[in-house]
Nanobody, 126 residues
Framework: QVHLVESGLGSVQPGGSLRLSCAPS????????MAWFLQVPGMKPEGVAALGVGGTALYADSVKGRFTISQDNAKNILYLQMNSLKPDDSAMYYC????????????????????WGQGTQVTVSS
């Protein structure tokens, strides 16, 4: 069983930046389809950013121009660079991954992914 481990727990002021990382807990086969989700209490996970076929990035409208998703393919490490953070960005952030192809219209859907991390809290507050 593959487990993903997030890092980058942080508390920042509005307008600040934070980078999240996610890596498998053990060496594993390639996981080309990876994504970040956020979740606030009482709500379902919400897709933030994802990598599709050929590394094409897809973003939620709320983070376009502020967040950047990237991947170290050799190590299956996923990153999320978060800039111009807002209080509304405060949430638990999870990374997710899948080896099989995910259709582009499903990239930001939580049910598309097989492997998940334990989550890391991001708090944006003055």
């Amino acid at each position: 069983q593959v487990h993903l481990v997030e890092s980058g727990l942080g508390s920042v002021q509005p307008g600040g930046s934070l980078r999240l990382s996610c890596a498998p807990s053990v060496d594993t086969y390639p996981l080309p389809f990876m994504a970040w989700f956020l979740q606030v209490p009482g709500m379902k996970p919400e897709g933030v950013a994802a990598l599709g076929v050929g590394g094409t990035a897809l973003y939620a409208d709320s983070v376009k121009g502020r967040f950047t998703i990237s991947q170290d393919n050799a190590k299956n490490i996923l990153y999320l660079q978060m800039n111009s953070l807002k209080p509304d960005d405060s949430a638990m952030y999870y990374c997710a991954a899948r080896a099989e192809t995910v259709p582009i219209r499903q990239l930001l859907v939580s049910g598309s992914y097989k492997y998940w991390g334990q989550g890391t809290q991001v708090t944006v507050s003055s």
